[in-house]
C-alpha cells in the first residue's frame, strides 16, 4: 500500500513536472509497479531516436530501487543488447529511500546524452569514440521508427488507463524564404514530386509541386514534418503522396504524430504480408523480398492454406451442414491443386486428412454462427465478435493503393450486420489457422486490409481476426497510431526497395539493407543467416561488426566454407541481376496504370483500353476464361487491332476498371483483331458485369528473384553445392571416371546412327565424372548425339532432366524421345498417384525457369541436359543443376548469348553464359559435320563466325539446291523481273543473296500512310521495349519498315507459285515490331492464297534451334546517316552471332534484304559482303535490275485489301490451284 501512495504521488508530480526528454508515460492503473514511457535525448547521436523504457517497481519500493529496461535497441556503452542498463543511482549499494523517480529519469537522461565508457556493459563499445559514435547514430536512426510507433499499439484497446502526451511539437514560426511557393490543398491524397528539401532537429521542411495534374498547371507548397516524421528518409526528386492539414500559425501544411500522414515513392507497392513480416528483424525481411526459399514448404503453413480455401468454398457455396462441409473437404483433397500443394509440402496422405477434418466441426460451427445467427458452444466467449455475416462480397480480393504504396489480397470481404446496433458494412476477415495471440503482425496485417477496404468503401473502419483452431473471432478496429505507424513502418521499408536509380544511372552498385539485429539464438537460427552474413563479408560492410557482437560467431559458422572468391562471384552477379531488372522494366513501369489515364496508356502502346465481357467466363478448373473484346461505342468507333498491342500468349497482364486498378489478374490465351482472350483467377462478371475495362502489361519480378535466389542457393554449405561452387566459382576441372560395367554394350547400340564426332561426344562423356561441354555447331546433330547420351541413361536405368531457356527448345527434343518407346504422364487424382508418377518417371522436362517445381526439390537426378545452354542467363541455370549429380551443356557459343537489356550488365559480365566461362579443350567436345547448309551457305556461316570449321556431312548436302515445282516454267525470259529471277536462281552460286533495297526511310512512311496498315504507329510504339526509348522517341532508329515487308511478300508468292510450300519458307527479323507488321500481312496472304500452314514469321531469338529450306531475313535498319550507326542497330544487327543463327537457319537458299550503306559500318555486314559470292550481290536501285518500287507497292496493296483478282494475275505461266470457296469481286 505505501508503495502504491508514493508511487501514485511521484506520478502526479512528474506529470506535473513537464519534463521534455521524458513523455508519454503509460501506466495501468491496476498494477501502478510498472510503467512505460519514452526516452527523448538532447545529445546527438541519440537525440535522432526515441527509446521506449519500462520501469518496475518492487513492492517493497522505496526501500528497494526499481529496474530499467530499454525495450527499444540502443547502441551504448552502459546498455547491453538485453536493454539492461548501469545507472549508479539505483544500484544497490547507492540507492537511498529518499530519491524519488523523476530523479533517477532524469540521472538516466543524463547516462543516455553523455555515455561513461569507461563503466561499460558493452566492452565492444567502450573503445574509439569516434566510431562508436558513428555506428551509434546508424543504428538510432535505423531503430528509431519503428521501435516508437510499435510500441504504443498494445495499450490502444485500454485508453481509459493511459495518459499519454502525443502532443505534436511546433516550434515557433521562423522566418519564411525570401520568395514563398504557392500554395496548394494538400488536405487530400495528393502525389508529389519533392522539389527542396531543409532538415533541421526540430522540423523537416519539404518544397513540393503537384504531380498528378499536367506540369504547366502544377502548383508548388511548402510542407513541415514534425516529431519522429522528421526522420522521413526523402529526397529531393522523389515522388511522395501526401495527406496534411493546414497550419495557420506556419501558413502551410504540416504533419504531426496526430494529424497527416506522408508515404515516400508510392509508386513501389508493398503487400502487408511482406511489411510485416520484417516487424522482428528488417533485414531478414528485406532479403526474403529478394531472395526465397528454394526448401519444401513448411506443414502447417500448407495446411493453413488448405484451410483457407476449404473455408472460403463453405463461404462461397454456402454450405452450412457438417455433411456438405465434409463433402467438400473430400473433394477438395482430391483436386489437383490440393495434391500438388501437399506434394510441394512433403505431406502424408493421412496426416493432411487428419488435419483438414479437424477442422470441419469447427468450420460448421462458424457458419451456424455467423452465417445462420445460430448459438453454439464454439465462438461464444464474451469478447467474440456479436454480430452476423449477411453477405460474403468476394474471395481473395485484390486490392492495390497507390496512395499508400500498399497492395494485398484479402481473404474474405463481407458485409456484417453488428447485434447491438443494427448496423451493416464491409469488413474484411482474415483467417488464422494458428494460436490466438492477436499480434502485431496479425493486427497490422488486419490493418493494411482495412485501410485499403475503405478506400474503395469509406464505411470499413475495422476488421475481423479469425482465429478458427481456437473459435476465436474478434472485431478490430485500428487506432490512429497504428495506421500512423504502419505508414512510418513502409517508408523505412521501401528505402531499402526503390534503389532504381541506383541501377538505372549506371553508378556505382549499392545493394541496400538494414541493420543486422545481432540476436544470439535469432541469427543462429535464421533462414537467411549465410546469404545476411554473405553481404557483410563485403569491406563497405565490415564496419557494422565490432569484436563484442554475437553476430560475429554466426558469421564465422556459416560463412567458413566461402572464400573470398565465392563472395567476390555472389556480389557481382547480385548486381548484375539488378541492373538488368530495373532496365529491363525501365519502359514499362507499373505506375503508368494509375497516373495515367487508358488513352493516354493504349496512345503510347502499353494498353488494350475499353473493352467489355460480352459472353459468360467459362470455368476451366480453377481459372475463368474470360473474352474481351474491343467496344467501339466507348472510343468513338475508331478502329483498333488488338494485335498491335504488342502482347503475346502467355504475357502476364493486368485488368483493371475506370474505377478501380487491377481488379484481376491473368495470362493471355490467345489474341484476334478484335478480341483477347485471358485466363483470369476470378469471375469478373460477378462483380463488375457491366464495367469497361483496361488490359495493362505486368512486368513481374519473378524472374529476378529467381535468379538471386538460385545464387543465394549457391552458398549453401552442403557437399552437393560445395562441389557445385567449385566447378562453377572456381573452375575446377571434371575429373576422369571408368565407365560403368556393361555400359560397352548399350554404347555399341546407342552408336548406330550416330557419325565420327557425335560417338567421340559420348564416349567423352561418359569418361568425365561431373560435367561436359557439348560445342554444337548448326546443323551437326546435336540433338541427335542428345538423344543417344538420354538412351544410354534410360538402358541403365538412371534418371535425366532436360532443360533450356524456352519451352520450345524443351518440347522439340521431348517429341523426339516419343519414337524410342517414351511415353508422356497423366494426370493423376489422388497424392499416391502423383507420388508414383514422380517416383517412376526416369526422364523429365522442364525449362530452366520452371525447374523450382518441387519435383526437383525431392528428387536428384543421375543427369542434367541443359539445350541451348549458351542463351540462358547464368544465375538461371543454377536452378536445374542443382537437382542432379552431372551436368551436360549442350550449345553454340558463336550464335545467341543470353539476352541482355543492359549495357552496364553486360559489361560486368552478364552477358557471358556458364557455357562460355567453363569452356576448355578437357571438358569440350566439338560436333562440326553438319547436314543442313550447301556449301555456299556453309562459306558465308565459315567466313562470318566459325573460322572455316563447319564441313557439309556429304556431297550431296554440299550441292543441295532449292527445287521448283517441275510443271512451272521457271527460265530468265518467264520471269517477270530480272531481280526476281537473280534471286530465285536454282543454281549453287545464287544460294545465299544480299538485296540492297537503298535508304527506304521516306517511301517507308509514304507507303505507311497510303496503306494505313498501322493506324497511330501502334506497332511501332508497342514493341518500344525492343530499342532504346531514347533513340524510338528522336527517330534515330525506326524497328519496323514496309518496304522490306512488301519484297518479302513478292519473293514469297514468285516461291509459292513456283511450288515451294509455305511451311519450308522462313521469314526472320531482328525486331518484333517488323515481326508484328509481316505477321499480318503474311496473315492475310496465305489467306488468299489457300495456305493453311501459312508461313512462320519470327524474331532471330525464335528461330533458334530450327531450320527452314528458305530463309528471307528483313534487317529492317535505316539509317539517314551512313556514318553513324544508331544504339540499337549496333547493339542488335552488330551481334555476329545473331546474324549466325539467321543465316545457319537455311538449307538450300538464305535472301538478306537491307540497306547495305547503313549495314556497312555494322561488324557482320563488313565480313559478309567479302566472303559472298558476287553473283549473289544485288542492287535493287540499278538500271540494270528491272526494279519499280511502284510494283511492289500495288502488290502490298492487293494482298492488305484481299484483293482476290490478284489470283487471276500469276507471276508466272503456271498457277497453284484456286481453293473453291474464293469468291472474286
Not at 478506400?455 to 472485431?475: A, C, K
Request: with cysteine.
Amino acid at each position: 500500500m505505501a508503495a502504491s501512495r508514493r508511487l501514485q504521488k511521484e506520478l502526479s508530480d512528474l506529470r506535473a513536472s513537464g519534463l521534455k526528454a521524458f513523455r508519454d508515460i503509460v501506466v495501468d492503473e491496476t498494477n501502478i509497479l510498472v510503467w512505460t514511457g519514452l526516452i527523448v535525448p538532447d545529445n546527438p547521436p541519440y537525440n535522432k531516436g526515441a527509446f521506449r523504457i519500462e520501469i518496475n517497481f518492487p513492492a517493497e519500493y522505496p526501500f528497494k530501487p526499481p529496474k530499467i529496461s530499454f525495450k527499444t535497441r540502443i547502441y551504448h556503452p552502459n546498455i547491453d543488447e538485453k536493454g539492461q542498463v548501469c545507472l549508479p543511482i539505483i544500484s544497490a549499494e547507492n540507492w537511498k529511500p529518499a530519491t524519488k523517480t523523476d530523479q533517477v529519469i532524469q540521472a538516466l537522461i543524463a547516462l543516455v546524452n553523455d555515455p561513461e565508457p569507461e563503466h561499460p556493459l558493452r566492452a565492444d563499445l567502450a573503445g574509439d569514440k569516434k566510431r562508436r559514435l558513428a555506428l551509434a547514430e546508424d543504428d538510432t536512426m535505423s531503430m528509431e521508427l519503428a521501435s516508437y510507433a510499435w510500441d504504443d499499439w498494445e495499450f490502444e484497446e485500454n485508453k481509459e488507463n493511459i495518459s499519454i502526451n502525443t502532443g505534436a511539437r511546433i516550434p515557433e514560426q521562423r522566418q519564411q524564404p525570401s520568395a514563398p511557393l504557392r500554395t496548394f490543398d494538400l488536405t487530400r491524397w495528393r502525389r508529389c514530386e519533392v522539389k527542396t528539401m531543409e532538415r533541421t532537429e526540430e522540423e523537416l521542411r519539404l518544397g513540393l509541386m503537384e504531380d498528378d495534374v499536367p506540369a504547366e498547371r502544377a502548383q508548388t507548397g511548402m510542407l513541415i514534418l514534425f516529431d519522429s516524421w522528421i526522420y522521413t528518409d526523402v529526397h529531393p526528386f522523389e515522388i511522395v503522396s501526401v495527406k496534411a492539414i493546414w497550419s495557420e500559425e506556419r501558413q502551410c501544411h504540416i504533419i504531426t504524430m496526430n494529424d497527416g500522414l506522408i508515404v515516400v515513392n508510392p509508386n513501389v507497392l508493398i503487400s502487408g504480408t511482406t511489411l510485416l513480416g520484417s516487424l522482428f528483424c528488417s533485414r531478414r525481411g528485406i532479403l526474403e523480398t529478394y531472395f526465397k526459399k528454394t526448401t519444401a514448404e513448411a506443414e502447417i503453413m500448407a495446411v493453413g492454406t488448405m484451410v483457407h480455401e476449404l473455408l472460403q468454398v463453405c463461404l462461397k457455396n454456402k454450405l452450412d451442414t457438417r455433411e456438405q462441409i465434409m463433402e467438400a473437404c473430400r473433394n477438395m483433397l482430391q483436386n489437383q491443386r490440393t495434391i500438388f500443394t501437399m506434394y510441394s509440402a512433403c505431406l502424408k496422405k493421412g496426416y493432411a486428412e487428419k488435419e483438414m477434418y479437424d477442422f470441419v466441426p469447427k468450420i460448421h460451427q462458424f457458419m451456424q454462427r455467423y452465417i445462420n445467427n445460430r448459438p453454439t458452444s464454439m465462438f461464444s466467449a464474451r469478447d467474440n465478435f456479436d454480430g452476423t455475416i449477411t453477405e460474403v462480397q468476394d474471395i481473395e480480393e485484390n486490392i492495390w493503393m497507390p496512395q499508400m504504396g500498399l497492395k494485398g489480397k484479402v481473404d474474405v470481404s463481407v458485409r456484417v450486420r453488428n447485434r447491438e446496433n443494427r448496423q451493416v458494412k464491409t469488413m474484411p476477415l482474415e483467417l488464422k489457422t494458428g494460436r490466438a495471440n492477436f499480434s502485431l503482425e496479425h493486427r497490422g496485417q488486419l490493418t493494411i486490409y482495412q485501410m485499403m477496404m475503405s478506400e474503395v468503401n469509406p464505411s470499413t473502419d475495422s476488421g475481423l481476426l479469425l482465429y478458427l483452431r481456437e473459435g476465436i473471432m474478434r472485431e478490430v478496429k485500428p487506432s490512429w497510431n497504428e495506421i500512423r505507424d504502419l505508414v512510418m513502418m513502409r517508408n523505412k521499408y521501401v528505402g531499402y526497395l526503390a534503389c532504381e536509380k541506383i541501377y538505372l544511372d549506371e553508378g556505382e552498385a549499392e545493394f541496400k539493407l538494414p541493420r543486422p539485429i545481432d540476436h544470439p539464438s535469432a541469427c543462429a537460427k535464421c533462414h537467411m543467416n549465410t546469404i545476411c552474413c554473405t553481404f557483410l563479408l563485403r569491406s563497405e560492410q565490415r564496419d557494422i561488426l565490432s569484436p563484442g557482437m554475437a553476430l560475429n560467431t554466426t558469421l564465422e559458422r556459416v560463412t567458413a566454407h566461402l572464400s573470398d572468391q565465392h563472395v567476390e562471384y555472389f556480389i557481382d552477379w547480385v548486381h548484375i541481376i539488378l541492373y538488368e531488372y530495373f532496365h529491363e522494366n525501365e519502359t514499362f513501369t507499373q505506375e503508368r496504370i494509375w497516373i495515367k489515364t487508358p488513352e493516354v496508356r493504349e496512345n503510347e502502346g502499353f494498353t488494350l483500353a475499353y473493352l467489355v465481357i460480352q459472353t459468360q467466363p467459362v470455368l476451366q478448373g480453377s481459372r475463368y476464361v474470360t473474352e474481351f473484346k474491343v467496344d467501339k461505342t466507348k472510343t468513338g468507333g475508331m478502329r483498333r487491332d488488338c494485335l498491335t498491342a504488342g502482347f503475346s500468349a502467355g504475357d502476364y497482364l493486368i485488368v483493371s476498371t475506370t474505377r478501380r486498378i487491377a481488379v484481376a489478374t491473368g495470362t493471355v490465351l490467345s489474341i484476334e483483331s478484335q478480341s483477347i482472350t485471358l485466363s483470369l483467377e476470378r469471375d469478373l462478371q460477378q462483380h463488375y458485369s457491366n464495367e469497361v475495362f483496361h488490359i495493362d502489361r505486368y512486368e513481374s519480378n519473378m524472374k529476378m528473384t529467381f535468379d538471386l535466389t538460385n545464387l543465394g542457393a549457391l552458398l549453401e554449405n552442403t557437399e552437393k553445392i560445395n562441389s557445385l561452387r567449385s566447378l562453377i566459382v572456381d573452375r575446377i576441372t571434371p575429373s576422369f571416371d571408368t565407365p560403368t560395367e556393361g555400359g560397352e554394350r548399350i554404347l555399341h547400340e546407342s552408336f548406330r546412327s550416330l557419325n565420327f564426332d557425335q560417338m567421340n561426344a559420348v564416349l567423352k562423356f561418359e569418361h568425365l565424372k561431373e560435367y561436359m561441354l557439348l560445342e554444337g555447331l548448326p546443323g551437326t546433330g546435336k540433338t541427335q548425339t542428345i538423344v543417344a547420351i538420354v538412351r544410354y541413361y534410360h538402358c541403365k536405368g538412371k534418371s535425366v532432366l532436360i532443360t533450356s531457356h524456352t519451352n520450345a527448345a524443351v518440347d522439340n527434343f521431348l517429341v523426339r524421345l516419343i519414337p524410342y518407346g517414351a511415353s508422356l504422364t497423366q494426370n493423376c487424382t489422388t497424392l499416391d498417384e502423383l507420388n508414383e508418377i514422380y517416383e517412376q518417371c526416369s526422364v523429365v522436362g522442364v525449362t530452366c525457369m520452371g525447374s523450382n517445381h518441387p519435383l526437383l526439390v525431392q528428387k536428384e537426378f543421375d543427369l542434367c541436359i541443359v539445350d541451348e545452354a549458351t542463351q540462358v542467363f547464368q544465375p538461371t541455370v543454377l536452378r536445374p543443376l542443382l537437382a542432379a549429380k552431372k551436368f551436360l551443356l549442350v550449345g553454340d557459343p558463336n550464335q545467341l548469348p543470353p539476352l541482355m537489356k543492359s549495357d552496364h550488365a553486360v559489361d560486368l559480365g552478364g552477358g557471358e553464359s556458364l557455357f562460355k566461362r567453363l569452356q576448355g579443350p578437357l571438358n569440350t567436345a566439338t560436333l562440326s559435320i553438319q547436314y543442313r547448309m550447301n556449301a555456299t551457305i556453309t562459306d558465308v556461316a565459315n567466313n562470318l563466325a566459325y573460322e572455316g570449321r563447319l564441313k557439309c556431312a556429304t556431297s550431296t548436302v554440299a550441292r543441295s539446291v532449292i527445287q521448283y515445282a517441275q510443271d512451272v516454267n521457271f527460265s530468265e525470259e518467264n520471269c517477270p523481273n530480272k531481280w526476281l529471277y537473280g534471286i530465285l536462281r536454282t543454281d549453287l552460286s545464287g544460294a545465299f543473296v544480299l538485296l540492297d533495297t537503298g535508304n527506304t526511310a521516306k517511301l517507308h512512311a509514304e507507303y505507311s500512310k497510303q496503306i494505313s496498315i498501322d493506324p497511330g504507329n501502334k506497332i511501332e510504339k508497342n514493341f518500344m521495349i525492343d530499342v532504346f526509348p531514347e533513340e524510338h522517341q528522336s527517330g534515330a532508329h525506326v524497328s519496323s519498315n514496309i518496304c522490306e515487308a512488301a519484297i518479302c511478300l513478292y519473293i514469297v508468292r514468285a516461291m509459292t507459285e513456283l511450288g515451294i510450300q509455305g511451311r519450308d519458307i522462313g521469314i526472320i527479323a531482328p525486331f518484333r515490331a517488323q515481326v508484328t507488321l509481316l505477321q499480318q500481312l503474311m496473315g492475310k496472304f496465305c489467306e488468299m492464297f489457300g495456305m493453311p500452314e501459312g508461313v512462320e514469321v519470327n524474331t532471330v531469338d525464335q528461330y533458334q534451334g530450327r531450320e527452314k529450306s528458305v530463309i528471307i531475313y528483313s534487317c529492317v535498319t535505316n539509317c539517314n546517316n551512313t556514318n553513324h550507326v544508331c544504339a540499337v542497330d549496333e547493339r542488335i544487327m552488330g551481334s555476329n552471332e545473331r546474324f549466325a543463327v539467321a543465316l545457319t537457319r537455311a538449307k538450300h537458299k538464305c535472301i538478306v534484304i537491307g540497306n547495305v550503306a547503313s549495314l556497312a559500318p555494322i561488324a557482320p555486314f563488313k565480313s559478309l559482303k567479302q566472303g559472298m559470292l558476287p553473283e549473289g550481290f544485288f542492287r535493287l536501285t540499278d538500271p540494270d535490275c528491272d526494279f519499280d518500287w511502284a510494283m511492289v507497292q500495288q502488290h502490298l496493296l492487293e494482298i492488305h485489301r484481299k484483293d482476290f483478282q490478284l489470283l487471276l494475275n500469276p507471276l508466272f505461266d503456271a498457277i497453284p490451284d484456286i481453293p473453291p470457296d474464293f469468291q472474286f469481286e
